[in-house]
């Protein structure tokens, strides 16, 4: 499986961007995608999960609220909607799904200036 995740840039403080994230091959067993991001300097932490059964999502407390992770099964595609963006959520954003994760793609880089 391939994920390529998509939609990062330069943003300011308080702007918006929309992230989407394809997986390619054999995707057969997704109970659960989820985004997480790793910022300079840090581990590769949760961000937003949503389940690929039902209407299930969950989120981050620093990202409650700001952002909303989407899906359409069809596309095997994930999206995360990230609003009044802070400079703190400055990272590289990837997807994977929860349980025994694919390989890592290369991530989205999203920065947010002050």
């Known amino acids: 499986v391939q994920l390529q995740a998509s939609g990062g840039g330069l943003v300011q403080d308080g702007g918006s961007l929309r992230l989407s994230c394809a997986a390619s091959g054999r995707t057969l067993v997704v109970n659960k995608m989820a985004w997480f991001h790793r910022a300079p300097g840090k581990e590769r932490e949760f961000v937003a999960a949503i389940s690929m059964k039902d209407t299930s999502t969950w989120y981050s407390d620093a990202v409650k609220g700001r952002f909303t992770i989407s899906r359409v099964n069809a596309r095997k595609t994930v999206y995360l909607e990230m609003n009044n963006l802070k400079p703190d959520d400055t990272a590289v954003y990837y997807c994977?799904?929860?349980?025994?994760?694919?390989?890592w793609g290369e991530g989205t880089l999203v920065t947010v200036s002050s």
């Open positions: 994977n799904r929860i349980s025994d994760p694919w390989p």
